[in-house]
């Protein structure tokens, strides 16, 4: 005789699983581990074992959530979040925010929603200063503009759909704040009046409406070009971004670092961090560090072949 809730927690996780096959990571269930409304499961990426967790299932919400017991890789968490995150928002009113940043704009984009229909789309660029921190600015004032209109429009509730984890865990404390724009942030969503549900969804994997909001954030992007900080570097990373993608490495782009560097976080055993310098004396130069070497011998073959390309 099947547990309580069996059925249901199979089926949500062979739905995980084809979310998450395009980044190589699947999830086992461990045999003999279903209870009534819940299992176990290993974490497999690339064929090898990162971790384990338990899928918990509410009949009554008709809900699951996920809870991680071993792993320290952030980018797989960040993955599993985000395909455990498909469910409606909870209030009537929700907002979906996204950031670009492109040859040196940074920008956002958000749409809101009331009953399931379209009621506003915010879009713009960020001023100098936030821009240094690359996408990650955008998705931060993106949440911020929201809150401005939901203030304005009598709003006293939203849920605050978002693809990149910062959005919740800078507002919420979670997260080390070790820039000004994050601690900005955070004091702003402290000050205001609304109340917020945040929701974690999967980045580009066709929300309909995380879409739209990227494709509002690229485009305020075009239209409203601003001058970079440090033009060569951020174009530069670009392209190496291009040639990581092109490898299947996952990545964060974290902006530009005290005017000196550009920051890429690159996914491995261990992260690894890619510094691209331009001053004075490191024109164009990277700096590879991080706990695992093979990445780093890695990481420094590809910039060497992108430099001769």
């Not at 509730?157 to 978002?162: F, P, Q, V």
């Not at 507002?171 to 929701?199: C, D, F, I, M």
């Amino acid at each position: 005789m099947p547990f309580i809730g069996e059925i249901e927690l199979t089926k949500k996780i062979a739905d995980a699983n084809r979310r998450l096959a395009e980044r190589n990571i699947k999830l086992e269930i461990l045999p003999n581990t279903f209870r009534d409304y819940q299992v176990q499961f290993e974490l497999m990426h690339g064929g090898l074992k990162k971790g384990r967790g338990i899928v918990y299932y509410s009949p009554k919400k008709q809900s699951f959530r996920l809870k991680v017991l071993q792993t320290s890789d952030e980018f797989l968490e960040d993955a599993l979040d985000a395909a455990f995150g498909g469910e409606k928002p909870k209030t009537e009113v929700a907002a979906y925010v996204d950031g670009s940043f492109a040859s040196g704009t940074a920008s956002y984009g958000a749409v809101i929603l009331k009953g399931g229909k379209v009621v506003a789309e915010l879009s713009g660029v960020l001023p100098p200063d936030e821009a240094a921190s690359h996408q990650i600015g955008g998705e931060l004032r993106g949440a911020l503009e929201v809150l401005k209109w939901a203030e304005k429009n009598g709003c006293s509730e939203i849920t605050i759909c978002y693809d990149y984890k910062g959005v919740e865990k800078f507002a919420t404390g979670s997260w080390k704040r070790e820039n000004p724009l994050a601690e900005r942030y955070y004091q702003e969503v402290r000050k205001s009046r609304v109340k917020v549900h945040w929701q974690k969804i999967a980045a580009h994997t066709g929300v309909k409406w995380n879409e739209r909001a990227d494709e509002l954030a690229r485009q305020a992007a075009r239209e409203n070009p601003t001058e970079a900080a440090l033009p060569r570097a951020e174009q530069l990373v670009q392209k190496f971004e291009d040639l990581l993608t092109a490898q299947g490495l996952e990545y964060e782009n974290k902006g530009l670092f005290s005017n000196q560097f550009v920051r890429l976080v690159v996914q491995g055993k261990k992260p690894v961090y890619f510094d691209l310098y331009d001053t004075p004396k490191r024109q164009l130069d990277p700096y590879i560090h991080g706990g695992d070497k093979e990445l780093v011998e890695e990481l420094g073959r590809l910039f060497d072949k992108l430099k001769k390309s």
